[in-house]
């Protein structure tokens, strides 16, 4: 029998607990696939098809020649002229040019009246219309290229005018804008990259969330976790171990998607819009670094979640809410794009997506920001894991039935 | 030894355990007999401090559960009333994480699983994952986890639920032989000839309340029954629950 008492040594239960769940969790299919295949993989493969999907049809648009229904072409031949040496192809009139934009069998139509040729002659101001519908965002472009067809034609022809009377064409225009974009290849990207935080926060969240289910609600359903708990360790020393596999499958999942997309972003052609993007070693390793904290931070979220629901499938369903909580701040950021302020980088969730959004804009984190998000994210981390220790220590928790 | 001083339970409203005493000896069987709901393993579940009682004190080995509960726990080997195997690790896995848990030596815990293995007869499953495991292979499983780190005294919940014969029989044999190396077995049970047959010592519990607790002998005498039967019927005051 057991004449010597043994004293379990302090780390050991830590690491028994942490080997045994991460070497189970390793033999069930389900949590692999979605920690090391679907959850890092869908982001950036989604992320691509998105943006090649975008990028080509801005591209498309900008080259491709535009097709435009005019009505009353025959009145203004050399305007349709201009139109056409700017790359517009003057269609077929269409009996209802409000109705052809609604229905999206045009982007624009051109409509010059039957008295134009008068007007023109006289030298009075007529007027063309444009109908387009500004809800259709695909329309945009082609709307702006035939605007500035006719604008550019207009100002050609005054100035003409201008001339034939004996003036300087500066007259019409005692003021000009000159525009100064200070927008950098990178910092375009930003604008379409808004939301690859949240692709980050969502792996880490996937990564982890079987086994964080698995872990506690899912022990409590099989019955295993009231015998778990008749063994001489404390239960915070199980809970850490629990929390350690979590972790590193989260932190795995994250790596895979890091690597995914520096992979992806080599075929994404940015800098045929004039965009430039890095998702390379240098980028990888600061979000890693970044999201370390928070890893742990979802980890006991995910858990203390877990750990109020009575079987796999309830905790399954408070765990999907939970997920919502990260898409708040790249929303939020998207939506109301406001000035970073110091302190915004110490709160969990914000400073990470303030600070890969700077990464990639190409500005860098300064060491300062670095250090706010960690100790903001690493403070809010320890606060759950110690509430996560407290409901671990309820009496009802181990109890199944 | 398992001492139990004055135990009071309540959830809510409800009285649980309301007033339990009794002690269970070394190298004796002792058998915690009551029906359904009548707080039995309430009572053993503040034993192995999962729960704590709202008063009463509970001692093993000397050791009050209130004031150091994980050396309580280390002297205690426990089979609880949720038997959980993890499903995707083998019977052998199964057994190793408890007694990496105790804290045993690595070349200890093999030579006392592999001890418990044979004892149990499972030698033929100890090496399958205990997914599909048949409730006697998941009995045997359990036991086994729960005495790797050979523990002096023994709690089992209502260990033949859901036997067929044979498992039952083997698992008799088994309680009897973890007596005869001395141990201080406490099992519950709501079969009264499962109890009869085996316990030195009877503690009948009903409504939370210890209402006897005495030898079989002792027990029919004290009853003026023949059968132990009519004699529990009697100390219960009905028959409900108590189902053979």
Same mark, same amino acid.
């Given at each position: 029998?057991n004449?010597?008492t043994r004293k379990?040594?302090r @780390?050991r239960?830590?690491?028994?607990v942490?080997l045994?769940?991460?070497k189970e969790?390793?033999?069930?299919?389900?949590?692999?696939?979605?920690a090391?295949?679907?959850g890092?993989l869908?982001g $950036?493969v989604?992320?691509?098809?998105?943006?090649?999907?975008t990028?080509?049809?801005?591209l498309?648009?900008?080259e491709?020649?535009l097709p435009? $229904?005019?009505?009353?072409?025959?009145?203004?031949?050399?305007?349709?002229d201009a139109?056409k040496?700017?790359g517009?192809?003057?269609g077929? $009139?269409?009996?209802?040019?409000?109705?052809a934009v609604?229905?999206?069998?045009?982007d624009?139509?051109?409509?010059?009246?039957s008295d134009?040729g =008068?007007a023109?002659?006289?030298?009075?101001?007529?007027?063309?219309?444009?109908?387009?519908?500004?809800?259709?965002?695909d329309?945009?472009?082609?709307?702006?290229?035939v605007?500035?067809?006719?604008?550019?034609? @207009?100002?050609?022809?005054?100035a003409?005018?201008?001339v034939a009377?004996?003036?300087?064409?500066?007259?019409?225009?005692?003021?000009?804008?000159?525009?100064r974009?200070?927008?950098?290849?990178?910092?375009?990207a930003?604008?379409?990259?808004a939301?690859?935080?949240?692709?980050?926060?969502i792996?880490?969240?996937m990564?982890?969330m079987y086994?964080?289910?698995?872990l506690?609600?899912?022990?409590r359903?099989r019955?295993s976790?009231?015998?778990?708990?008749a063994n001489?360790?404390?239960?915070?020393?199980?809970?850490?171990?629990k929390?350690?596999?979590?972790?590193?499958?989260?932190?795995?999942s994250? !790596?895979?998607? !890091?690597i995914?997309?520096?992979?992806?972003?080599q075929?994404i $052609?940015a800098e =045929?819009?004039?965009?430039e993007?890095d998702l390379?070693v240098?980028?990888?390793?600061?979000v890693l670094l970044?999201?370390?904290?928070l890893?742990l931070?979802?980890?006991?979220l995910?858990?203390?979640?877990?750990?109020f629901?009575?079987?796999?499938?309830e905790?399954?369903?408070?765990?999907s !809410?939970?997920?919502?909580?990260?898409?708040?701040?790249?929303?939020? !950021?998207?939506?109301?794009?406001i000035?970073?302020?110091?302190?915004?980088?110490a709160?969990?969730?914000? @400073?990470?997506?303030? @600070?890969?959004m700077?990464l990639?804009?190409?500005d860098?984190?300064?060491a300062e920001?670095?250090?706010?998000?960690?100790?903001?994210?690493?403070?809010a981390?320890?606060l759950?894991?110690?509430?996560t220790?407290?409901?671990y220590r309820?009496?009802r928790l181990?109890?199944?039935? | 030894?398992?001492?139990?001083?004055?135990?009071?339970?309540?959830?809510?409203?409800?009285?649980?355990v /309301?007033g339990?005493?009794?002690?269970a000896r070394?190298?004796?069987?002792?058998?915690?007999?009551?029906?359904?709901?009548?707080?039995?393993?309430?009572?053993? +579940?503040?034993?192995?401090?999962?729960m704590?009682?709202?008063s009463g004190?509970?001692?093993?080995?000397?050791?009050?559960?209130?004031?150091?509960?994980?050396?309580v #726990? #280390?002297?205690l080997?426990v089979?609880?009333d949720?038997?959980?195997l993890?499903? #995707?690790?083998t019977?052998?896995?199964n057994?190793?994480?408890f007694g990496?848990?105790?804290?045993?030596?690595?070349d200890?815990?093999?030579?006392? +699983?592999d001890?418990?293995?044979?004892a149990?007869e499972? /030698?033929?499953?100890?090496g399958?994952r205990?997914?599909?495991f048949?409730?006697g292979?998941?009995?045997?499983?359990?036991i086994? #986890?729960?005495?790797?780190?050979?523990?002096r005294?023994?709690?089992?919940?209502?260990p033949t639920?859901g036997?067929?014969v044979?498992?039952?029989r083997?698992?008799?044999q088994?309680m009897h032989?973890?007596?005869?190396?001395?141990?201080?077995?406490?099992?519950?049970s709501?079969?009264?000839?499962?109890?009869?047959?085996?316990?030195?010592?009877?503690?009948?519990i009903?409504?939370?309340?210890?209402?006897? /607790?005495?030898?079989?002998?002792?027990?029919?005498?004290?009853?003026?029954?023949?059968?132990l039967?009519?004699?529990?019927?009697?100390?219960i005051?009905t /028959?409900?629950?108590?189902?053979?």
């Open positions: 029998m004449p010597v379990t040594s @780390g239960t830590f690491v028994t942490f045994k769940e991460v969790n390793l033999r069930d299919r389900r949590t692999l696939i979605s090391f295949l679907t890092p869908l $950036p989604l992320f691509v098809m998105l943006l090649n999907i990028l080509s049809r801005e498309d648009k900008a491709k020649p435009v $229904p005019v009505i009353g072409a025959e009145y203004a031949p050399n305007l349709v139109l040496a700017g517009v192809v003057p077929a $009139p269409v009996a209802d040019p409000a109705q609604r229905k999206q069998d045009a624009v139509v051109l409509r010059i009246s134009y =008068k023109w002659r006289k030298g009075e101001p007529v007027q063309v219309e444009l109908f387009y519908d500004s809800s259709q965002r329309a945009n472009t082609s709307v702006e290229r605007t500035g067809l006719v604008e550019s034609y @207009g100002r050609q022809q005054g003409m005018r201008l009377r004996g003036m300087s064409p500066s007259t019409a225009w005692p003021l000009q804008v000159a525009r974009d200070q927008a950098t290849p990178q910092s375009r930003v604008l379409m990259f939301m690859l935080p949240y692709f980050f926060v792996t880490v969240f990564g982890g086994l964080a289910i698995d506690t609600a899912g022990e359903e019955q976790l009231e015998p778990l708990f001489p360790v404390a239960r915070w020393k199980i809970l850490c171990g929390l350690a596999a979590i972790s590193v499958f989260s932190t795995a994250l !790596l895979i998607t !890091l995914a997309f520096a992979v992806v972003g075929f $052609p =045929k819009i004039g965009m993007l390379g240098h980028f990888a390793s600061h970044l999201m370390l904290p890893v931070l979802l980890a006991a995910q858990s203390m979640v877990a750990a629901a009575k079987s796999y499938r905790a399954q369903t408070y765990i !809410l939970l997920m919502l909580v990260p898409l708040i701040p790249s929303a939020l !950021l998207s939506f109301m794009p000035k970073a302020q110091a302190w915004m980088y709160i969990p969730l914000l @400073g990470q997506n303030l @600070g890969i700077q990639l804009r190409g860098g984190v300064s920001q670095i250090g706010l998000c960690l100790l903001g994210s690493l403070a981390a320890l759950a894991l110690l509430a220790i407290q409901l309820s009496e181990a109890i199944s039935a | 030894m398992i001492e139990v001083r004055n135990l009071h339970k309540a959830f809510g409203t409800v009285k649980a /309301d339990v005493s009794f002690v070394d190298g004796e069987i002792t058998g915690l007999l009551g029906p359904n709901g009548a707080g039995k393993t309430t009572t053993l +579940r503040m034993l192995y401090t999962l704590t009682p709202d004190q509970v001692l093993v080995d000397g050791i009050d559960a209130a004031t150091d509960p994980l050396a #726990r #280390r002297e080997g089979l609880p949720a038997r959980g993890y499903k #995707r690790l019977a052998r896995e057994i190793d994480y990496r848990l105790h804290g045993l030596p690595e200890l815990l093999a030579s006392r +699983r001890a418990l293995i044979h149990l499972m /030698d033929d499953i100890a399958r205990t997914e599909g048949s409730q292979q998941r009995v045997k499983t359990a086994a #986890r729960a005495l790797v780190h050979d523990p005294n023994v709690i089992l919940d209502e639920n036997l067929d044979m498992a039952t083997a698992l008799r088994f032989k973890l007596k005869s190396e001395g141990r201080c077995v406490l099992f519950s709501h079969i009264m000839q499962e109890v009869a047959a085996l316990c030195d010592r009877i503690v009948v009903a409504h939370g309340r210890v209402v006897a /607790d005495e030898s079989p002998d002792a027990l029919r005498a004290q009853t003026g029954e023949h059968s039967e009519d004699a529990f019927v009697k100390i005051g /028959d409900e629950g108590l189902a053979a």
